[in-house]
């Protein structure tokens, strides 16, 4: 069963910056598809960012194009989500997600997903 953990959410100023984290366990995550996803309160869960499982191909929504970038360390079984210039619109719980059968996606069915960490964007 794979378990991911996600961390390095927190608070901060609109225009700072954070790194959240992934840290994949019982699984072959060095041949998994992974994604980025967001949810705001009262909203559907979004897709953020996705990565194929060498890094070649990456993903993103247009409205982190830019200042997000999702990168991935195959020999530590993590996953990352630089985030820059953030705006308040980012505010949300952060979820990464894990695919062990198909490409990178930006739909939601991705099999394994973690508890999520919580990002707040103060104006």
């Known amino acids: 069963q794979v378990q991911l953990v996600e961390s390095g959410g927190g608070l901060v100023q609109a225009g700072g910056s954070l790194r959240l984290s992934c840290a994949a366990s019982?699984?072959?995550?060095?041949?998994?598809?992974m994604g980025w996803f967001r949810q705001a309160p009262g909203k559907e869960r979004d897709f953020v960012a996705a990565i194929s499982w060498n890094s070649i191909n990456t993903y993103y929504a247009n409205s982190v194009r830019g200042r997000f970038t999702i990168s991935r360390d195959n020999a530590e079984n993590t996953m990352y989500l630089q985030m820059n210039s953030l705006e308040p619109e980012d505010t949300a719980v952060y979820y990464c997600?894990?695919?062990?059968?198909?490409?990178?996606?930006?739909?939601?069915?991705?099999?394994?997903w973690g508890q999520g960490t919580q990002v707040t964007v103060s104006s």
């Open positions: 019982g699984g072959t995550f060095s041949s998994y598809a």
């Open positions: 997600a894990a695919d062990p059968d198909h490409p990178p996606s930006s739909t939601t069915n991705y099999e394994y």
